[in-house]
């Protein structure tokens, strides 16, 4: 199996959390690349088997929150049914943020398989429940 997890981040919570997915990824035998949304390569994901999206959380603290740098995901090529997995990194509360992303990456043609939310003091804590919840997604029929 291939995966290319791709990654927006502001303070270096949402590479550290991009880098976590791919090794765990990584560990239970699956060929992973892991990079910037800026280095977007055609031909890694449209040989991946799931592509793993991730931003941080921008706006208010109780209210306005978004994807970070949406326009990035706004302007990624279309993904065309490819499964996608997204997520985002947040500090104190993510609000719709995570919703937000997903219909973004809907509106890419992505069929979004998986979607977690870290609180960038967890991280480390919730990957391996997300990864476990992308590759069963992928494993299951359609």
């Given at each position: 199996?291939?995966?290319?997890?791709?990654?927006?981040?502001?303070?270096?919570?949402?590479?550290?959390a991009?880098?976590?997915?791919g090794?765990?990824?990584?560990?239970?035998?699956?060929?992973?690349?892991v990079?910037?949304?800026?280095?977007?390569d055609?031909?890694?994901?449209?040989?991946?088997?799931?592509?793993v999206?991730?931003?941080?959380?921008?706006?208010?603290i109780?209210?306005g929150?978004?994807?970070?740098?949406?326009?990035?995901l706004?302007?990624?090529?279309?993904?065309?049914?490819?499964?996608?997995?997204?997520?985002?990194?947040?500090?104190i509360?993510?609000?719709k943020?995570?919703?937000?992303t997903?219909?973004?990456?809907?509106?890419?043609?992505?069929?979004?398989?998986?979607?977690?939310?870290?609180?960038?003091?967890?991280?480390?804590?919730d990957?391996?429940?997300?990864?476990?919840?992308?590759?069963?997604?992928?494993?299951?029929?359609?």
């Open positions: 199996m291939k995966a290319v997890v791709l990654f927006e981040s502001l303070t270096g919570n949402t590479r550290r991009a880098e976590l997915i090794g765990a990824l990584q560990a239970r035998d699956v060929e992973v690349t990079r910037p949304i800026d280095a977007f055609y031909h890694e994901v449209a040989v991946a088997d799931v592509v999206i991730g931003t941080w959380v921008d706006g208010l109780v209210a929150q978004r994807p970070g740098r949406v326009g990035k706004r302007k990624l090529p279309v993904l065309d049914r490819k499964p996608v997995a997204a997520f985002v990194t947040y500090a509360n993510p609000g943020a995570l919703d937000k997903v219909r973004v990456l809907e509106g890419r043609g992505a069929d979004v398989i998986a979607k977690h939310q870290f609180r960038r003091d967890r991280i480390e804590r990957v391996p429940v997300f990864v476990g919840d992308v590759l069963d997604a992928v494993a299951a029929p359609a």
